[in-house]
C-alpha cells in the first residue's frame, strides 16, 4: 500500500457574482497545484460564487455552468477537485462541495452547521444538513449530465474511500484526511485563534487537516485573510500567507499516511471509542491513488514550520492596505482623496494607504502580472513600471489640509510634513469663504447671527457652527475628488473619498453627520484610537516617518472651535466626557460582552474600583448610554469600513440594533442607582463596624497615654506637644478626638473659615535646633486598592505636628476627601521623628464648602511663639476659583515652607471634585 500522498490547498482572491474570473482563478490555482505533482486540490468555501445573491436562481444556474467549464478542462485532469458552489436539492438551498474526477462527480456534500455569529448570515441563505451519515441521489441538470454520463450523484454525509486512503473521514470511524474549505474573515489578533484551532484538533486525535481560505475584499466590508494551510498530528507543515496582493496562492504538503496510523494507534483510549463506533458513515470507493509506488523513497514528507503571528500594528498596516488595493482596482476609479488633519486617524489613514503602495510596488518586483496589469490600468499608462512607493502614492494619492480660522498653525504644518514623507500629492485649502457664504444666506432667510459659545452663544449655535464647517469640508472633499485628476493631466476616473473616523468616535457618536466621516471608504472605521497610535509608533519606527512624532505628541482635537490666544480651546476627550481608552472598554462590554447599562455598570465597579467610587462609575456608564442612544442613528449612514474589532458599531451587517432609543434608560438607570445606594450602605456599615473596633481599642491604651503625656517632653528647656495619633493610616472617620490646649478655642468658631480673623491659637514653644524629617508615604495596610510606593518630602525646619480635633470634621464630603486623597497620592502619611502622624487627619479638619461641590483647603501652620490664622486671607476665594473653573479633580499640592529663623513650615493642601 502506498503512504505518501501529496495534496494542496490554496487562497483564492474571489469577487461576487464574477463568474469569469471566480473560474479563471480556480483554474490557475489546479495547474499550480498539478504543477507541485499534487493529487487532491481543494479551495474556499463558495469559490464559484459568493454573497447576498442566493435567493437568486441565476446564481444556482451560472455555478453549474461554470462547474461545466471546470469538468471538461484539459487542467482538471488526474487529479481529485472539491469545489465550493451552492446546490438546490430537493427545493432546498445547501452550502455545498462538490468533488470529482475525470468528468465524474464523486460526491456533492452539504455543509452540516451554519455560521450565524459576527458578519455571518449563512442561515439567511442555506440550510444545514440534518441527516447524519445519510445519502440521497441528487439528479444532475442536463447540462452535467452530458458531460459526466450520470444522471444522479451520492449527496449527503458521506465519505471518499480511494486506495491508499480506506479510512478517509470522520474522526473515529477512519478520519486520515480533513478537508475545511472556508471563508474565514480578518480581525485584529484573531490569525492565532483559528491557526491554534487547526492545530489542536489534529493534536488530539491525529490525522491531515486542509484548510482552504478566501484572501481578499469580494465586495464588501470584511476582508478575507487567508491563512490557508495543512497541518499533520498538531504541527502545521504548509502555509499560505496571511496578507497579500497575490490573487492564487496554493500551499502544497506531501504526508505520510503511516505517520497519522502510528499517531493515532499510540493513543489507547481513541482505540477503544473507535472499535465501538456504529453505525460507519457512508463510503463511496474510488478507483484513484493519491501516492506513487515508484516515487515512495525519493519524496520526502513536508516537515513542521513555525508560523509567525503578525503583531495588531502589522495587521493594521497590511490588511487595510490589501482591502484599499482591492476597492481601487475594482472600482476603475484613479486613486483616493483624503482631507488630511494632521491628527491620529487621518495620518493613520495617510500611512495605510503608503503601505498599499509599498506592497504594490513589491508584488510587481517580484513578478505579479496581475498587479502590474491592475497598476498600469489605474494610472492610464501601459507602460508604466512602479519602482518607487513615494512616486506611486504621489500618482495615486491627493492630500487636501482643509483648514479655517479655527486651526492651528501646528496641525497645518504636521499635515505638510507627513505628506512629503510618503510622497502624496498635497494641497493647503481655506474653508472660511464657503462658511461664510452658507452663514450669510443663514442670516439673510432669518435675521439672526449664530456665535460661539466664547463670543457669548448658546450651546445650539456653537454646535451648529461647528457642524457646518465639518459638512462643508465633505462638499469639498468630493468636488475635488471628481476634478483632481482632470486637473492633473488625467482626464478620465476619478478619486475614491476615504473617511478617517475610528471605531471609538462611531461608537460614541462624536462625529458629524454628512462630514468627512461620510465618504466613499474608510480604512479605519472598525480600529480603535489606542490600537491606532500603536500602528503610527510602530510605522515611525519600522519606516522612519519623523512627522509622526509631533503627531502622536498632539492632543487629539476637532478644532471646530475658536483659539484662545492663537491655542487650541477644544479637545476631543473633553468635548466627550470620557476617554479614548474608556470607551475601548464601554465598546467591548457592549458587543462581546453583550452588556446593557445595568450588567456593565455591575463589572465595572470591580475593573475601576481602584480609581472610581460606584457612584462615579455610575455616571460613567450613563453618561455612556446617554451618547450612544442619542447619537445611534449616525450608524445608518456610516460609510463602509474596514472591518477589524469584534465592537464594530457598524449597523449595515455587524450590529443589527435599533437608531431611535429611549435616550433616559429610566429603568436600566433606576436600577444601577439602587446597586449604587445598596454598595454606599454595605460601605457605611463596614466602618461603622471598624470605628467602634478601634475606638475600643484606643479607650484601653487611653490610661497608659495619659500617664506619659503628663510629663511634657524637655529639650533644651522647651516644651513640645505630642500628637496624640499614635497610629498609621488611621480611618478619618475612625479618628479620636485629640486632647487639645491652645487651639480648643477654634472648636466654636469651625464655620467661620477664613472671614474669622479672631482665630489666633497659639503654639507652645519649641526648640528650633533639632532637626527633624516629614516623610510621606503611601501605606498598602491603609489603601483598600492595595497600592503601595513612597515620597521622600526631604528635610525640614524644627517643629511638632499637631492635629484638629476630630469633631471639626463635617460629615458631608469626609468619604469624598479621603477617596480624593487615595486617588491622588494612595493614603498621605506623615512621619515625624519615631513618631508617626496621620497627615490625613489633619485634611479631614478640612473647611468644606459650597454643598453643590466638595471644595476643601486646608491650612496648618506650626511655628515658634506665633499667634497663627488657620486660613490666611491670602487664600481666600479658592472656593469661587475652583467653581469658575470647573475642576473636575484638583492638583495635590504639598508646599514645605521653612523658615529657618522662625522654625516654620507650612502645609497647603487644597483641591477641588465634582
Known sequence: MGRKATLATCALNQWALDFDGNLNRILISIEDAKRMEAKYRTGPELEISCEDHFYESDTCLHSWEVLSRLLVHPVCQDMVIDVGMPIMHKNVVYN??????????????????????????????????????????????????????????????????????????????????????????????????????????????????????????????????????????????????????????????????????????????????????????????????????????????????EWDYYSAEEEISLGPACWLWDYLRRSSQGGFFLPLSGGVDSSSVACIVASMCR????????????????????????????????????????????????????????????????????????????????????????????????????PRENLALQNVQARVRMVISYLFAQLMLWVRGRPSGGLLVLSSANVDEALRGYMTKYDCSSADLNPIGSISKSDLKKFLLYTLRTHGLKSLESILNAPPTAELEPLQNGQLAQTDEVDMGMTYDELSVFGRLRKQSACGPFSMFCKLIHTWGDRCSPSEVAEKVKHFFRCYAINRHKMTTLTPAYHAETYSPDDNRFDHRPFLYNVRWSWQFRAIDHQVDALRQSRQMEKKVTMEKRTNKMTEKQPAEEGSSSQPQNDGGNVGQRSDVDRIGMEQSDLPETRLTSLESFENSSDSGADSPNVQPVLPEIDKGVEKKILFNFDPHENEDGRNGSVDAGSVGTFPMQVLPSRFMMSNGTAELRRLLKNTCGGVQAGLSEKRVSLEAVLCNACLLNGGWVHFFASVLFGLGFGVELFPPAFRGLDSMCSSNGVQLGKLWVQLLVGKSLGLAKVVIFGSLA
Open 96 to 305: 455545498c462541495r462538490v468533488v470529482f474526477l475525470n468528468k465524474k462527480i464523486l460526491l456533492i456534500r452539504p455543509k452540516k452547521a451554519m455560521c450565524d455569529d459576527g458578519n455571518y448570515r449563512e442561515s439567511r441563505w442555506f440550510t444545514a444538513w440534518r441527516k447524519d451519515r445519510i445519502v440521497e441521489d441528487h439528479y444532475l441538470p442536463r447540462m452535467i449530465s452530458a458531460i459526466t454520463g450520470q444522471d444522479s450523484v451520492p449527496f449527503g454525509d458521506g465519505v471518499l474511500s480511494l486506495r491508499d486512503t480506506s479510512h478517509i473521514n470522520q474522526g473515529l470511524d477512519g478520519v486520515e484526511i480533513f478537508v475545511n474549505s472556508s471563508g474565514s474573515y480578518s480581525e485584529l489578533r484573531k490569525a492565532y485563534y483559528h491557526v491554534e484551532l487547526i492545530k489542536s484538533a489534529t493534536a488530539r486525535s491525529g490525522g491531515c487537516y486542509l484548510f482552504a481560505n478566501l484572501r481578499g475584499c469580494d465586495g464588501q466590508r470584511i476582508y478575507f485573510n487567508s491563512c490557508s494551510c495543512v497541518a499533520v498530528n498538531g504541527h502545521i507543515v504548509s502555509k499560505t500567507k496571511q496578507y497579500d496582493l497575490e490573487e492564487v496562492e496554493v500551499a502544497v504538503a506531501t504526508i505520510d499516511l503511516e505517520d497519522i496510523r502510528a499517531y493515532r494507534n499510540a493513543v489507547r483510549s481513541r482505540s477503544r471509542l473507535a472499535a465501538e463506533l456504529t453505525p460507519s458513515f457512508p463510503r463511496i470507493r474510488v478507483d484513484f491513488a493519491l501516492s506513487s509506488r515508484d516515487e515512495e523513497i525519493s519524496v520526502p514528507p513536508s516537515l513542521p514550520l
Open 359 to 458: 506592497l504594490v510596488v513589491e508584488a510587481v518586483g517580484r513578478g505579479d502580472e496581475q498587479a502590474l496589469l491592475d497598476i498600469r490600468r489605474i494610472v492610464g499608462d501601459n507602460n508604466y513600471l512602479p519602482s518607487d512607493a513615494k512616486e506611486l502614492c504621489n500618482r495615486l494619492f491627493v492630500t487636501c489640509y482643509m483648514g479655517s480660522e479655527n486651526s492651528s498653525a501646528e496641525t497645518k504644518a504636521r499635515a505638510k510634513a507627513l505628506a512629503g514623507e510618503i510622497g502624496s500629492y498635497h494641497m493647503d485649502i481655506s474653508i472660511d469663504l464657503a462658511v461664510a457664504a452658507l452663514l450669510r444666506v443663514f442670516t439673510m432667510a432669518t435675521n439672526a447671527q449664530p456665535r460661539f459659545k466664547a463670543f457669548g452663544g448658546s
